[in-house]
């Protein structure tokens, strides 16, 4: 049977990689790359992509796109055309480490993950930069084909619906281009901006699209009269070196027009000219050098307009010398200088990176890919602090400061010494009291300039301050300056709380979580934690709340009603629907009873009657706060009393207290439990939160004993609480 158009088509594109490839590739990947192929043909033989085109012919330009425009090499390449099997369900991880080798499963697992993101809001996108760079930072490999992918998607986009290509134009916009350009692969980063802005700005794409191509022909000419004098000048050298000028790309065009607020006519730098050089290594910044010195005597430069990355290359590895002259016509032209290992590293970045591996100016990246790690392991931040930073080290533009011994340090615009003093040493950021910078003493808020010399001054008294994290932007001293100011509180916390069970033991009170509980409420704090904290910093004298602890005031003149009534007055919960509910005095029925409000006894409790003199018979718990007063002082008039099977259900009202973190939706996990999962019902929920603690009041109506106890330890279970407890009083 004849083969297809698309049949050979899919051979051709095939073929294509192949040849691509195979200066790059070993025998052994060449047999995966093949297997990898059959296996792809065969899995998405029926499948189409959404412009209706074989999906084949996207899998194989991703692999095509990792080979030509990134430079990686036959893993990769196995790993880019497998890239969705796991996402599509077509294979699982073991399939394909069985089949193929466990790195190139562990890159399609990791390419997997990231396929399942979807930022749709900034918390969720923030989320997703934190995957995409764990991925970066076990296999940077996952990323490079990611934005294969990502590439191969933008230049698929015609034809699809309107919404989805705005959708894919700005994650590509905000995700995908500023990832590309702090690996350093401009090309990339250049046309995926130039992609999206076709979608999102669609009309001033367009306008500059024709703008350029009505001067093409008037910009060759401008670009072969600059170029002349120049090449003449580098012939008489020995250098050896290729020279071309181009039009700068749609978007960084645009991005011009915007910010000088100017027409097309008026961007004065819409060309660029390159010179790059085959120099070897060791001359590779004097041959630079020696060129920029032609440049500049050929046409008059801008001395303002002088980038030097050759010296301090950036931190993704970035080296190049820029200078902005004047041309024919008065025009402004940016010439870009650099060796042809440069201008790989700033094409194709980290897989250049990788064969250049060892010399020392690409030391860079690595330490940016630490400075990531740092960040990521940094357990304080919110999501919002984490899109903040990557942010920060996506787009800011970057100082220079150094150490009194000369060591250079990078930081992002904006720095203070707080932020300086933390990156050297957690300890000296914890002691930091001010600097001398260029020798003059600064305080620890105090802004540093590119060049600065910084030495910290610290004292051993000092420790952070919460507002401190308004004098810092860097991730790493945010982390510090919050993980020592819980460290701090917590030591509080605990040295507040072992102050007042210490003299709570002295004291001989038996419950002494109802008596922390108690103080709290009566000093009207929102939670136990401020008891603790305030009685540690000695705000709280305990001594003067002795005799409210030990009931002293109250024993000499309370009544027996008034011993069992609490401060608050409520309701009394009326006794159940049947009079054989309760045994009182082991043959006693019939009798008139009301369930104290002051613990609130319920089915399967153990429980005793006390005789009032005008309220009849009331129901204790043996555990209640009064039942040892009521025992001491009104013996007489305590009787026996227990529950008794019955068939008709009843409910009791009792009130439990839950602790735990203050997260989002907490509340709506805790009523959804109770209502919904275990069909009680709540008659009022009251919470107080404080530091990131939440102290929640509950009052429910449950059946028996058991009851509650199944839903206190169906609440302990939640994930965010730390303790659900019965309270004796509401």
């Known amino acids: 049977m004849e083969p297809s158009k698309e049949d050979k088509d899919i051979v051709n594109r095939y073929r294509g990689l192949l040849r691509a490839c195979r200066t790059k590739v070993t025998p052994i990947d060449v047999k995966l790359i093949s297997k990898a192929y059959k296996e792809v ?120 619906p309107r919404a989805h290509q705005l959708k894919v134009a700005w994650e590509t916009f905000y995700l995908y281009a500023p990832l590309a350009h702090r690996l ?21 794409y367009r306008q500059i699209i024709r703008k350029l191509k009505n001067t093409t022909t008037r910009r060759n000419k401008f670009i072969r009269e600059f170029i002349d004098p120049i090449e003449n000048e ?10 071309k000028g181009r039009p700068k790309a749609v978007f960084s065009i645009w991005k011009k027009m915007q910010k000088q ?45 002088l980038r030097d990355w050759i010296s301090v290359p950036k931190s993704n590895g970035y080296e190049s010398l820029h200078t902005t002259v004047v041309g024919p016509e008065g025009k402004w032209v940016e010439v870009q ?40 392991e940094t357990p304080t931040l919110t999501p919002e602090d984490l899109a903040d930073q990557f942010k920060l080290n996506l787009y800011q533009k970057e100082i220079f400061a150094f150490t009194p011994n000369g060591d250079l340090k990078k930081f992002p615009k904006g720095v203070s010494v707080l932020d300086f003093a933390f990156d050297i040493h957690s300890d000296i950021g914890c002691k930091c009291t001010g600097a001398k910078v260029n020798g003059r003493v600064v305080p620890i808020k105090h802004l540093l300039q590119n060049g600065d010399v910084v ?14 994290l308004q004098q810092v932007i860097t991730s790493k001293a945010k982390g510090k300056i919050k993980q020592s100011i819980r460290e701090d509180r917590n030591k509080q916390l605990s040295l507040g709380k072992e102050m007042l069970y210490r003299r709570l033991k002295n004291w001989k009170i038996t419950n002494p979580d109802e008596a ?79 369930l104290a409000k002051c613990c609130n006894p319920i089915f399967g409790d153990s429980v005793f009657g006390f005789v009032t003199i005008r309220d009849g018979i009331k129901i204790h718990r043996t555990s209640c706060p009064n039942a040892a007063q009521l025992h001491q002082k009104y013996g007489y008039r305590v009787v026996n009393a227990k529950w008794k099977q019955t068939k008709i259900e009843n409910s009791f009202q009792t009130t439990i207290k839950v602790v735990g973190f203050d997260e989002l939706g907490m509340v709506n996990k805790i009523s959804e439990l109770i209502s919904k999962d275990l069909k009680v019902n709540i008659r009022s929920f009251s919470i107080n939160s404080s530091n990131g603690i939440f102290e929640g009041k509950i009052q429910v109506f449950v059946s028996d004993t058991k009851h509650l106890d199944t839903l206190l330890y169906r609440l302990s279970r939640v994930k965010g609480i730390q303790k659900a407890v019965r309270m004796n009083r509401d």
Not at 113 to 132: V, Y
Not at 287 to 305: G, H, K, L, M
Not at 457 to 467: A, E, G, L
Request: hydrophobic share 35%; charged share 30%; aromatic share 6%.
């Open 455 to 468: 030495e910290i001054i610290t004292s051993k008294n000092q420790k952070p301050k919460i507002d401190w």
């Open 41 to 160: 043909v065969n899995l998405y033989q029926d499948k189409r992509s959404a412009s209706g085109t074989p999906y084949v012919f996207h899998v194989i330009n991703v692999a095509r796109i990792c080979v030509d425009e990134i430079g990686l090499g036959g893993t990769a390449i196995v790993a880019a055309l497998l890239h969705d099997t796991i996402t599509d369900k077509l294979l699982n991880l073991e399939d394909i480490e069985k089949r193929y080798n466990g790195t190139i499963a562990s890159i399609v697992d990791g390419l997997s993950k990231i396929s399942s993101l979807d930022p749709k809001d900034p918390q969720i996108q923030a989320e997703s930069f934190r995957e995409l760079i764990l991925t970066l930072s076990a296999d940077a490999r996952v990323i490079l084909i990611k934005l294969a992918d990502r590439l191969e998607t933008m230049r698929s986009l015609r034809g699809l």
């Open 261 to 305: 607020g100017v027409t097309f006519d008026e961007v004065y730098d819409v060309f660029a000219v390159r010179v790059i050089l085959n120099s070897p290594p060791e001359k590779e910044k004097s041959d630079c050098w020696q060129v920029y010195s032609i440049v500049t005597d050929s046409w008059a430069p801008n001395p303002e307009r």
């Open 184 to 204: 350093g692969l401009y090309r990339l980063k250049s046309e995926m901006e130039d992609l999206a802005m076709k979608y999102t700005n669609e009309e001033e």
């Open 337 to 376: 200088i650099r060796s042809k290992r440069m201008d790989d590293v700033a094409e194709r970045g980290l897989a250049a990176h990788w064969k250049y591996k060892g010399i020392k100016q690409d030391k860079s990246l690595d330490q940016w890919v630490t400075k990531v790690r740092e960040i990521l």
């Open 234 to 243: 580098l012939k008489k050298t020995e250098l050896d070196f290729d020279i």
């Open 516 to 594: 922390v509980q108690e103080l709290t409420k009566h000093l009207k704090l929102k939670n136990s934690a401020i008891l603790f904290e305030r009685i540690s910093t000695e705000k709280i004298n305990l001594s003067d709340y002795k005799s409210i602890l030990l009931h002293q005031e109250k024993v000499d003149v309370q009544t027996e009603e008034q011993i069992e009534q609490p401060k608050t007055k409520v309701k009394e919960q009326a006794k159940p629907e049947t009079s054989d509910y309760l045994i009182i005095d082991e043959k006693l029925v019939n009798i008139d009873y009301k």
